[in-house]
């Protein structure tokens, strides 16, 4: 299993000795409590029917009551002060409103003072109603929406198992989120209904009065390696990200777009929120709803669950040596990126976009030439205004994790 550099070449089931330094800590939990279980059937869904997923045939995938309270009071302990639950699914909503006011009593019973918790869910809007939004800000959750564009484009993919379009209860969702001011942001899915279409999409979100805004291209292949028909190819995602760049810059105090975000807290020296600018792949793992762990929600296959929260504590979940072996993908040399002016912002991409067209994280990550595009067409303007900010020069720097690759 090993790959590339072989500074760190001990790749199996068990734990990293402790003569090797300090563990890499977990920062942040993504929870599935409904596992992959949705109540929609978009198109181009990831998710939908996997065949790597372990638990697709299983029955009543819902986590209990027992797995959640193992969960939060465990992680609250281990990762104290600073404890980050983001909930995600398939979709989320469907564990119910009662499992999610026993978590945060969970929460206010297991956490210590001086403890900050934040909890995110990311849903379809299918479910929100007043109830789930006054719980949300009441507790100043994060709520992320996904949401496509106008009628047209966001039904052409994102329906119901019968087939209808799921528009008009996701924008009864967002007005009810606005109502009660809830803090949360839309994810935009990228795919051929409205990739050419970036003009439109910004004054659609910006009409709405959202205020954050984040682009996910798709890019999903058949076993030969051809993009299956909503894929969006690199050139199309650069174009994209560089007319919404223009049309986004006169709001740029206003509206945030994460991976404009990403790039300038890079540019400050902070780490970036999101992982696929990181070194490596090690800040997050995801449990599922029976309480197993795996390193990247992309990934939830036998080959890297890490193991069950009933079983492992924290500190040795993340000394498993596959969390080691899975964070190096990222760090697989690529000649490319050897030699790219923006390795220090980009660090190659993410491995599920390198893995996704041949299964081979060796590869160039398929959207290599639009971070291209993007990075040419924003560094030069964000490092300017990030200047302007501090109020000093500031150099893109390298972030190295704790660990040892
Ligand atoms: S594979 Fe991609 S999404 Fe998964 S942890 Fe790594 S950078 Fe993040
Ligand atoms: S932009 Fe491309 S070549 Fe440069 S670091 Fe990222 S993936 Fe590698």
């Given at each position: 299993?090993?790959n590339g ?31 992959a279980?949705?109540?929609l ?35 609250l ?34 956490g ?6 934040s ?13 789930w ?8 959750w ?12 966001h ?11 799921s ?34 999409i910004?004054?659609f ?26 894929t ?9 990200m560089?007319?919404t ?22 540019l ?28 990247c ?12 929260l ?8 993340a000394?498993?040596?596959?969390r ?13 990126c050897?030699?790219?002016e ?19 994280f ?7 030439q ?12 964000l ?23």
């Open positions: 299993m090993a550099s072989s500074l760190f070449p001990i790749y199996g089931e068990g734990l990293i000795p402790a003569s090797l330094g300090t563990t890499p800590r977990i920062t942040s939990l993504l929870i599935k409590p409904a596992s279980v949705c109540n059937d978009c198109a181009y869904c990831f998710y939908l029917d996997r065949e790597a997923d372990p638990y697709k045939s299983l029955p009543g995938r819902r986590m209990s009551e027992e797995t959640l309270e193992r969960l939060v009071d465990t992680f302990f281990y990762s104290y002060p600073n404890s980050v639950f983001a909930f995600q699914g398939g979709e989320p909503t469907l564990a119910g409103l009662p499992f999610f006011e026993k978590l945060v009593k969970f929460q206010k019973q297991y210590r003072d001086g403890q900050n918790v909890n995110a869910l990311q849903t379809n809007g299918m479910l929100l109603d007043d109830s939004c006054q719980l949300f800000k009441e507790y100043n994060l709520i992320g929406l996904s949401l496509d564009g106008p009628e047209d484009i039904d052409a993919y994102r329906f119901n198992k019968a087939g209808r379009g528009w008009k209860r996701v924008m009864q969702s967002l007005s009810t989120l606005q109502k009660h001011k809830v803090d949360f942001n839309i994810l935009c899915v990228l795919s051929q209904a409205n990739v050419h279409r970036p003009r439109e910004y004054q979100f910006k009409g709405l009065g959202v205020d954050n805004i984040q682009y996910i291209p798709l890019s999903e292949f058949d076993e030969q390696g051809n993009p299956l028909p909503f969006v190819s690199a050139e199309e995602y650069g174009r994209f560089v007319e760049f223009d049309l986004w810059w006169p709001d740029r105090r206003k509206i945030r777009i994460r991976f404009f975000d990403n790039i300038a807290e890079a400050a020296g902070q780490k970036p929120g999101s992982c696929t600018m990181h070194e490596t792949c090690d800040s997050y793992v995801v449990v599922e709803y029976n309480g197993d762990i795996y390193p929600d992309f990934f939830v296959s036998s080959e890297w669950r890490l193991g069950n009933h079983v492992d504590s924290w500190t040795e979940i000394r498993k040596q596959r080691y072996a899975f964070a190096k993908n990222k760090t697989i040399p690529h000649p490319e050897q030699v790219c923006y390795q220090a912002i980009c660090h190659g991409g993410c491995p599920k976009s390198r893995h996704a067209m041949h299964r081979n060796a590869d160039l990550d398929h959207f290599c639009a971070y291209k595009m993007i990075f040419r067409k924003s560094v030069g303007p490092k300017k205004e990030v200047e302007k900010i501090l109020g000093r020069e500031v150099e893109p720097i390298q972030f190295y994790s704790i660990s040892p690759y």
